[in-house]
C-alpha cells in the first residue's frame, strides 16, 4: 500500500479575494499536533460553504509534485516568477505532499493521517479563485486541460495529525476509478468516449453525492 511523507497542513481564515466575495484559498502551515475532524483541520475556513466545506470537501490535498510544472508553465508565458509557488498553500491545500498525483489515487481510497482515518471522496473542481490566487485567469482551465485537480477527502475517523507524519493507504475499494479518470470523465469532458462509465459513476456510493448527481445530468 502507498504511504508518502506529509511535509506540511495547511489552514487558513476567509478574507477578501475579488469580486465582491471572500476566500480562504490562501494557507499557511500549521504546527502540530492539529485537530482534523469531521468538517476538516482544527483553525481552517471556508468562505462560500455552497461549493466547498462540508463532510465530503473536508479536506483539500493538492500534489506539491505539479508546483514545479506550474512554475514553468506560468514562466513560458512570459510572465514574471510567482512567488506565491515557493511555498505550498497557493492551491488552498490542507494537505501537501510529493510522490502522490491524481493518476496515483482513486476514488474511495483510505487513508491513516496521524490518528485520523480520511478517505477520497471526489476531485477538486478548479474555479476562478485559484487563478485570482496567482494572477493567472487561464489556470483553472489548463487545470482542468491537464487533469491536475488534486482531491478531497471525508473523515472516517477524527484524530490529531501533524507534519512529518505518514500518510499511508489502508485500503482500495475501487481500484479501476483513479481521481484523474473520474475528473476527466465528470469535468473535462472525456465521457463522451466512455458514456458507459457514468452509469458506474452515478451509483457509486463512495463518490460524493455531487458528482453522482452530475454523472446522472451528463447521461440525460
Known sequence: MTAVPVFALLAGRARY???????AIAKSPVAGPVKIGFLGLEGDEQADLSV????????????H???????????GEAREDEPILAAPGAFGENIATLGLTEDQVCIGDRFRLGRALIEIS??????????E???WPALPALMVKERRSGWYYRVIEEGTAEP?????????PLPDWTVRR????????????????????ADMELLYAGWRR?????MA
Open 17 to 23: 479575494l475579488a469580486r465582491g466575495e471572500a476566500s
Open 52 to 63: 466547498h466545506g462540508g463532510p465530503d470537501k473536508a479536506l483539500h490535498h493538492y500534489p
Open 65 to 75: 509534485d505539479h508546483y514545479r510544472h506550474w512554475h514553468h508553465a506560468r514562466r
Open 122 to 131: 471526489q476531485g477538486r473542481q478548479p474555479c476562478w479563485k485559484q487563478g
Open 133 to 135: 490566487r496567482l494572477q
Open 164 to 172: 512529518g507524519e505518514t500518510l499511508a493507504m489502508v485500503a482500495r
Open 182 to 201: 473520474v475528473f476527466g470523465l465528470l469535468i473535462a469532458g472525456d465521457h463522451r468516449k466512455d458514456p458507459r462509465a457514468l452509469a458506474e459513476l
Open 214 to 218: 452530475r454523472a446522472v445530468k451528463l
